[in-house]
């Protein structure tokens, strides 16, 4: 049974930083895909950033470029969304997820088999 655990998410003021982490336990795939996704009150669930299995190709929403890079570590089973220059608008709860099965890294959430259960990130004014 895959599990997707996510942590750091929190309160901070407009212009500061947050790393979310997210850590895959139970069944482990030979190479899968991970996105961040976010979901605020009202609204629906839209692509934050990707990144493939051996880290050379990341993707990102136009809202989140050049604030927000993502990361991970295949020994950790880890990936991370360092999130820096924050804004109100930013506030979400944050999912991550995890595909093993395309070929290309998916940027839409339909298209993840896997997820974890939220971390909220709340960004005030």
């Known amino acids: 049974q895959v599990q997707l655990v996510e942590s750091g998410g929190g309160l901070v003021q407009a212009g500061g930083s947050l790393r979310l982490s997210c850590a895959l336990t139970g069944r482990t795939f030979r190479n899968y895909a991970m996105g961040w996704f976010r979901q605020a009150p009202g609204k629906e669930r839209e692509f934050v950033a990707a990144?493939?299995?051996?880290?050379?190709?990341?993707y990102y929403a136009d809202s989140v470029k050049g604030r927000f890079t993502i990361s991970r570590d295949n020994a950790k089973k880890t990936a991370y969304l360092q999130m820096n220059s924050l804004k109100p608008e930013d506030t979400a709860v944050y999912y991550c997820?995890?595909?093993?099965?395309?070929?290309?890294?998916?940027?839409?959430?339909?298209?993840?088999?896997?997820w974890g259960q939220g971390t909220q990130v709340t960004v005030s004014s």
């Open positions: 997820a995890a595909d093993p099965r395309s070929k290309i890294v998916p940027t839409t959430p339909e298209t993840y088999d896997y």
């Open positions: 990144i493939s299995w051996g880290g050379s190709n990341t």
